[in-house]
């Protein structure tokens, strides 16, 4: 690994943190599933703003919140914060790896239907825990209001070199296969450009169409698509400029999806 990839941690991340305004979720509560000091994913995306961090298939050797732990802070958030717009499992690790994620996801809907809570619950996902045997995951998954699953890279060599699944994920047809088991998925895609390492662009024809192609297999309700907005893992990764993010999202919107562009043309390759 170069100097240029970087291992530290690059933020502490608190259980329930914020909430920050969002342009694609408002203002959110967030709730991180993972260890507040370690980053640990079963991806380790080179764009990721967290950092490379740790590898991991396993939670174990992780201090990660006990259920009630996670239940305590958000009832505390809700008070200090009732104009929430949103309340959002993400954070530094794959939310759903979580062993309690299921009771976790029940817990806190009961305390909306409690407390008359407007804001929605959602959570942003890699998807790699998704597995038919594991019908409480995906019944957890189908009870919350939005499920954005990640799909950066439909290409089976990006996929495998810039979102950098550990090896029980297997390559992008099984991702599809993952996303599908979803009643409702809703797709986020970040893009980005590497001038100077063009082998790290996710920006590319052939991954543009491989997307187009792959959305029409999982048949998402909604698309996001973004950028670069955050100082990634690896240097050298830049936005798209918003302009050439639009024409694509035309093209996507003229394949018959709801998308969005969330772009940021304050510096571009
Ligand atoms: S899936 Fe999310 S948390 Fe995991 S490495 Fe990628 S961007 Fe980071």
Not at 139 to 167: G, H, M, Q, T, Y
Request: aromatic fraction near 6%; glycine fraction near 8%; proline fraction near 5%.
């Amino acid at each position: 690994m170069s100097s240029s990839e970087r291992t530290e941690l690059r933020d502490f991340c608190p259980t329930v943190y914020g909430p920050v305004r969002s342009r694609r979720h408002g203002l959110s509560l967030g709730i991180n599933l993972g260890d507040a000091e370690k980053k640990a994913c079963t991806w380790s995306c080179v764009y990721c703003q967290c950092g490379f961090g740790h590898r991991v298939g396993e939670i174990s050797g992780l201090r990660i919140p006990a259920r009630h732990e996670v239940l305590k802070g958000v009832r505390e958030a809700l008070k200090a914060h009732p104009d929430l717009d949103s309340v959002t499992m993400a954070g530094n690790t794959e939310p759903t790896s979580h062993p309690e994620f299921a009771e976790i996801v029940q817990d806190v809907l009961d305390l909306r239907r409690q407390t008359a809570g407007k804001w929605t619950f959602n959570v942003l996902s890699n998807g790699s825990e998704l597995d038919p045997g594991n019908t409480a995951l995906i019944a957890a998954c189908d009870s919350l209001d939005e499920v954005w699953i990640k799909l950066d890279c439909a290409e089976e060599d990006l996929f495998r070199r810039l979102n950098r699944p550990i090896a029980r994920i297997g390559g992008i047809h099984q991702h599809l296969v993952r996303i599908r088991l979803l009643q409702a998925p809703r797709i986020q895609t970040l893009l980005w450009g590497a001038e100077e390492r063009p082998n790290l662009a996710s920006w590319t024809e052939g991954n543009r169409k491989a997307l187009l192609a792959a959305y029409k297999q999982v048949a998402p309700v909604q698309i996001f698509i973004t950028t670069i907005q955050r100082e990634p893992a690896m240097s050298g990764l830049l936005p798209v400029p918003a302009t050439e993010l639009e024409e694509f999202g035309e093209q996507v919107r003229a394949a018959g999806f709801n998308v969005k562009i969330f772009a940021d043309d304050t510096r571009h390759f």
